[in-house]
């Protein structure tokens, strides 16, 4: 299946070839020139967002304001159902933000955070962006409970617990969260989950509408290759109506171009939204989407779980110390393991053109997709030996690698 412009000018699934998934390696320019293993990170950028962004550029010098109403004011509804597709959200459920920070601070403004409900529950492994805009609602009367671990989580979700955000995926090892355990416990306590499937959506197959949940947050920046400054959010349509977010712009007013003087939110997912939207951002961003559409989450999973149970394997055959999860159903899109001064280790491969990055008390982070391929894996590990044994990594002890 692949994505095609109807005859009506909406987008539609219609029928393709099936392309292996190395075929896909001719429309990544960046594949041609590195050992490219940081898509847990910064995706490859398709050669066709380079081409979108051109054609908002091109719109923007010959259409100018009338641009806003031929597409750039709707982009945050249609690349959000893009990204809809690909997570199992209704047509109108998803909108784009400009990152997850700014979408879950949206969501903590629909509350009123006092007591008895005003406990937002999350574990210790968090990504820092997401922990700190949910301490920082402790001034507004929240009381942040974190937990060691998603037993612990679950074990705390109670009476009082307003909001569970949770990782899908945690950044620092790859793990699988327990999604839908955590998500039964909170429905039990009439708590709302916003689940943040930055690490996971366009790698680990999701599905927030048989999830239940009542947000999904995520960015374009990793596994969907679609850049930066393209976050989204998914609301789940029956709750939509029945949130105010605090956090409010003329786009998500009712009639924006009234230039009314006082808010009316807009009906369901619309009135999540704020300011302006990030026009190019979306241009770009819907290039990712479309291809891990066509390709197939499933299909990549399947792709991604034998890659990376090949990474363990050869981690394990070189002696170094694996932090992922063994188990490859337990294990997102990328494979984390220890080496021995891995920061120089990481500067020396950025060196060699073998892109990845490290993360503190970690170690390196190795992050293949659909167009890699095995020998990548084989090759990169590899060095990563020949820099250890040979000890030139330790001139650039002090060096950073740059990203």
Request: charged share 20%.
């Amino acid at each position: 299946m692949g994505l095609a412009h109807d005859r009506h000018g909406d987008l539609a699934f219609v029928d393709t070839p099936r392309v292996e998934l190395t075929g896909y390696r001719d429309r990544f320019p960046i594949l041609a020139s590195t050992t490219y293993l940081i898509n847990h990170s910064l995706g490859a950028m398709p050669a066709e967002a380079e081409r979108r962004v051109q054609q908002f550029v091109r719109e923007w010098a010959t259409r100018g304001a009338r641009a806003w109403g031929e597409g750039w004011w709707r982009s945050v509804f249609t690349t959000g159902d893009l990204i809809g597709g690909i997570i199992g959200a209704p047509p109108g459920s998803t909108v784009m933000h400009q990152n997850v920070t700014v979408a879950e601070a949206i969501v903590l403004s629909c509350f009123d955070l006092k007591p008895p409900r005003n406990r937002i529950v999350f574990e210790d492994g968090l990504f820092p962006s997401v922990r700190y805009v949910q301490q920082a609602w402790a001034r507004f009367g929240a009381e942040v409970v974190v937990c060691p671990d998603a037993e612990a989580v679950i074990d705390a979700i109670d009476e009082r617990t307003l909001l569970v955000p949770v990782s899908h995926v945690l950044y620092k090892s790859a793990e699988i969260q327990p999604i839908e355990r955590i998500v039964e416990r909170a429905h039990t306590f009439g708590a709302h989950v916003c689940l943040d499937a930055y690490q996971s959506a366009g790698a680990v197959p999701l599905d927030v509408t048989q999830l239940g949940i009542a947000f999904c947050v995520g960015g374009s920046v990793k596994w969907l290759c679609g850049g930066p400054g393209a976050g989204w959010l998914y609301v789940r349509p029956d709750l939509a109506d029945t949130l105010e977010p605090a956090f409010a712009g003329w786009q998500g007013h009712a009639r924006p171009f009234a230039f009314e003087t006082e808010m009316e939110p807009a009906p369901g997912a619309a009135r999540f939204l704020t300011g302006t939207p990030n026009v190019a951002a979306n241009y770009a961003a819907s290039a990712g989407y479309e291809i891990i559409a066509e390709i197939g989450v499933d299909r990549i999973r399947a792709n991604s779980m034998r890659q990376t149970a090949l990474l363990v394997e050869l981690v394990d055959a070189a002696g170094f110390e694996l932090t992922s999860p063994r188990e490859p159903e337990q294990r997102g899109g990328s494979v984390v393991f220890r080496v021995p001064d891995f920061q120089a280790v990481h500067a020396e491969l950025a060196a060699r053109e073998i892109i990845c990055d490290t993360r503190p008390e970690a170690g390196l982070r190795f992050g293949p997709h659909f167009f890699t391929t095995d020998d990548e894996l084989r090759f990169a590990v590899d060095q990563v030996s020949e820099i250890l044994v040979s000890g030139v990594h330790l001139e650039r002890a002090h060096a950073a690698a740059g990203y």
